[in-house]
Nanobody, 127 residues
Framework: QLQLVESGGGLVQPGGSLRLSCAAS????????IGWFRQAPGKEREMVSC????????YVAPFAQGRFASSRDNAKNTVYLQMNRLKPADTAIYYC????????????????????WGQGTQVTVSS
């Protein structure tokens, strides 16, 4: 069974940084689109970032541009979300998701574009 496991969440002060990891088991990430989503209390789940199957294409949501960056290490079968200059508004559960793909030049931006999901990791930004 395909599995994704996120880690790296926690409590951080405003302005701080965290790096989330998403490790895959039972499948190789190098043919999959990877999406990062988040869901804050009382809000809908929203996309943060996604990468194409090779990482050549990267989408970052406007609220995250200049602060968050996603990368992938296919050799380690792991994807990362580096989050800098965190704000209280970034407090949410962060999820990674994967979908088998074919193109190097795009990635799905909606939740329905992804079939396999991790369990989520809590990120809390507070002083």
């Amino acid at each position: 069974q395909l599995q994704l496991v996120e880690s790296g969440g926690g409590l951080v002060q405003p302005g701080g940084s965290l790096r989330l990891s998403c490790a895959a088991s039972e499948f190789s990430l190098d043919s999959y689109y990877i999406g990062w989503f988040r869901q804050a209390p009382g809000k809908e789940r929203e996309m943060v970032s996604c990468t194409s199957i090779t990482g050549d294409y990267l989408y970052v949501a406007p609220f995250a541009q200049g602060r968050f960056a996603s990368s992938r290490d296919n050799a380690k079968n792991t994807v990362y979300l580096q989050m800098n200059r965190l704000k209280p508004a970034d407090t949410a559960i962060y999820y990674c998701a994967a979908q088998q793909g074919v193109t190097h030049y795009s990635c799905p931006r909606g939740m329905d574009g992804y079939e396999t999901w991790g369990q989520g990791t809590q990120v809390t930004v507070s002083s």
